[in-house]
């Protein structure tokens, strides 16, 4: 068994810097992890995120916790769940597999050569049963083990996991129990309306085409999905493109 878990602690970056301010609020002294492409310019994780600023701070407060705490983020579709995820990919050392990819991605053969500090599963709710038992252990005590052509292999590491969920149904109840669970819900006009706007803004489209885009998909095309307004704002080039574009998705849906 290795005694390398303790070896990674290297954390040393200013976590006023680059934490979007969250731990700022309550407590200025605690280490951050280290930021992949970390400039001159402090790295902001987190930031390009729009609202959820609790569940920042309670990244934040994981990333720099002395043992490993899980999180595993649960909502409907366009929730920005893993939105969180491609940002934690930022941090040093982390390592990122699909829940239905992560047997071929060779997860496990990943773990024992890579050690990674931070483990991203995306759609964990379509992670195979072997790779949800290997989490079990890696998730408790830090251990992962394999027994394959009758040789076995064991380490140990000290890793954190951070996943996504449509739905806890078909997720082990063990692996759950060792997560801090999240449940996004769907979001209210104010917030979509405040999102759509913000996103289509930094995807260069102007507020005059954004706002009436979000307000045609929540209230004439009833939905609640962001995707819908990107897919929309993208073809309009004026207010009229918009009730167009609008007008034909409904006649053909
Ligand atoms: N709070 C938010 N801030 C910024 N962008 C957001 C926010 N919520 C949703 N989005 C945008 O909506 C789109 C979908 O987000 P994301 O892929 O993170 O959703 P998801 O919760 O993982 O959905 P799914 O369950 O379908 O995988 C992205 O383009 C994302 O930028
Ligand atoms: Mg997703």
Redesign the pocket.
Known sequence: MSSEADNNDELHVDLVTSHNGIAEETSPSINAPEIKNASSRPYQLFD?????NDVKKLFSLSLSSERPVHIL?V????????????ECMKLERSYFTLGSQSTKSGMIDYLFEKRPRYMIV??IEHMPMRDQTALLSLMETGIVAETKFQRTRNTQLKTWVFA?S?STEQMLTPLLSRFMVLH?KQ?KYE?FHE?AV??LGHQGISKEIASPVADAVWSKMKSKD??DC?KIAHLAKSKDDVNWIVETLKKYR
Request: net charge neutral; aromatic share 12%; glycine share 6%.
């Open positions: 390009n995120i729009v609202g959820y983020l909502g409907p579709p366009a929730s920005a769940k893993t939105l969180f995820m491609l995306d759609e996504t449509n996004f979001y917030n999102i913000h996103m962001i995707r990107i």
